[in-house]
């Protein structure tokens, strides 16, 4: 496809669609943006995004020969796929892509990306880091915070991108073709957009669909969709377990991670020589070192970079210890599944911050995982009822309700005591109260470091 014979519309102004319209000026490519905000200060916004001064931007109701002039419309991955006025430009005959698709088509070198309900994250900077050891030119982009358009139009032949993908953007992907894919697990999220089960495990699984026979995925042995699922692939499988001894493949046994070829194994590193805390995070440096080692990384420099590596921001990330009580940011819990992580990989009594936006989640399993370890739940946020009252039914009574994140961190550190853990992983959404994990990871360390203080 010459891109140049088409006209593009971007639709959304966030960081996802000014890097999108961005990439598409600089490929001199027509484009338009398009923003359902009929209040949006268009003045500031060309102020903020001066690249973009000359690319028309459209608010409120799209003027009809704007749709009739465009042939790709370009999501962003906060727009629903399914959304009315996008399912209308489709009925038009315009074609619909995300973002990452965009950036695919428009960038050059080799690819690996990563998809699954949690610990995307860690993996994909994990996976950066070693792939950093041994190649000149890697870039880190996608979920984690740096749009792949962004980078797309500075890429060679030489580069190496290693991605973090989400469901949202795979729902929109057409020719996204990595060499080397990670699916980490798969757990009830998102259903508010997906609408069912099925359609959220089709959209991660989707990572694989455009994978020929010598491209690499890597899949959760313990994770019983995935071993379903990559039985039935037609590329090569590499599997990582916790639980087990595998032929071939990673895994964790007494407390080393083994690389396993023809049941010849080979110890790689002791996890309590690693920086990260958890099963969850042993289960990540395992799909990060598949992924580095299937890509021709030397298991020496995977090893180094492991015994290197730092948690990234958010997601148990230790903030401070005041008067014995230590403050762990994770905030990177948006979900049930990946809140229980967050308890599990505590080792001390833990007063748990918890509540935010509402997307359909049952906490139950949240709450049957606190396993007698936390103190107090603290709630915050449009789930708040809804979680106390599950609590209560779990037969936990330990809840408190609190305004604001502040007084949630001011009440746990007034009732813990020397020894304990304050731990903020709210298994929800942060939208209402923030504008993303990111901006309430960072409030809640501003807190904590008001407290030392």
Avoid at 59 to 82: H, M, N, Q, R, Y
Avoid at 86 to 93: A, E, S
Avoid at 304 to 315: G, I, M, N, Y
Avoid at 349 to 358: A, C, M
Wanted: charged residues 25%; proline residues 3%; neutral net charge.
């Amino acid at each position: 496809m010459v891109l140049k014979d088409k006209h593009f519309l971007v639709m959304g102004t966030g960081k996802s669609g000014t890097a999108a319209a961005c990439l598409l000026k600089k490929q001199q490519i027509t484009a338009a943006l398009y923003d359902g905000n009929a209040g949006l200060d268009k003045e500031a916004f060309y102020q903020n995004n001066p690249l973009l001064k000359g690319i028309p931007l459209y608010c409120g109701e799209l003027p009809e020969e704007v749709a009739k002039a465009t042939d790709i419309l370009i999501l962003s991955p906060g727009v629903p796929a399914d959304l009315a006025f996008v399912q209308g430009l489709r009925d038009k005959g315009i074609v619909v892509w995300g973002e990452v698709e965009l950036a695919y088509v428009c960038s050059k070198g080799k690819l690996l990306a990563i998809t699954g309900t949690n610990g995307k994250t860690t993996t994909t900077a994990l996976l950066g880091e070693i792939l950093k050891s041994h190649y000149l030119d890697v870039k880190i982009v996608g979920n984690i915070g740096i749009p792949y358009t962004s980078i797309a139009s500075e890429t060679t032949s030489e580069t190496v991108t290693v991605a973090e993908i989400s469901s949202f953007q795979l729902e929109t992907a057409h020719t996204f073709a990595p060499q080397v894919t990670a699916i980490l697990n798969i757990t009830p999220d998102h259903l508010d957009r997906h609408h069912t089960m099925a359609n959220y495990v089709a959209a991660k699984e989707g990572i694989v669909k455009n994978q020929g026979p010598n491209d690499l995925c890597v899949l959760n042995y313990e994770d019983e969709e995935l071993r379903r699922f990559g039985e039935g692939l037609c590329v090569r499988v590499c599997w990582f377990s916790s639980k087990r001894r595998l032929k071939d493949g990673f895994y964790l046994e007494d407390g080393v991670i083994y690389s396993s070829k023809s049941g010849q194994r080979k110890a790689l590193v002791k996890t309590e020589e690693l920086n990260l805390l958890g099963m969850h995070n042993y289960e990540n440096a395992m799909a990060a070192a598949a992924m580095a080692a299937g890509f021709g990384v030397p298991s020496s420099k995977i090893r180094e970079t492991l015994l290197k590596f730092q948690a990234v921001e958010h997601r148990i990330e230790y903030v401070a210890e005041i008067r014995g009580v230590r403050f762990y940011n994770d905030s990177k819990g948006t979900n049930p599944d990946a809140a229980i992580k967050g308890i599990c990989a505590m080792d001390r009594p833990t007063f748990l911050i918890g509540g935010g936006y509402d997307k359909n989640a049952s906490y139950d399993a949240w709450i049957d995982s606190f396993g007698g370890k936390v103190k107090g739940l603290v709630l915050i946020g449009a789930t708040r009822e809804k979680i106390r009252d599950a609590a209560i039914s779990r037969g936990f009574t330990a809840v408190t309700m609190a305004d604001s994140l502040e007084e949630a961190v001011r009440f746990c550190y007034g009732h813990a005591v020397s020894g304990d853990a304050v731990l903020l992983s709210p298994a929800c959404a942060s939208w209402g109260m923030f504008a993303n994990y990111e901006e309430r990871g960072r409030k809640f360390k501003e807190i904590v470091n008001q407290l030392k203080e």
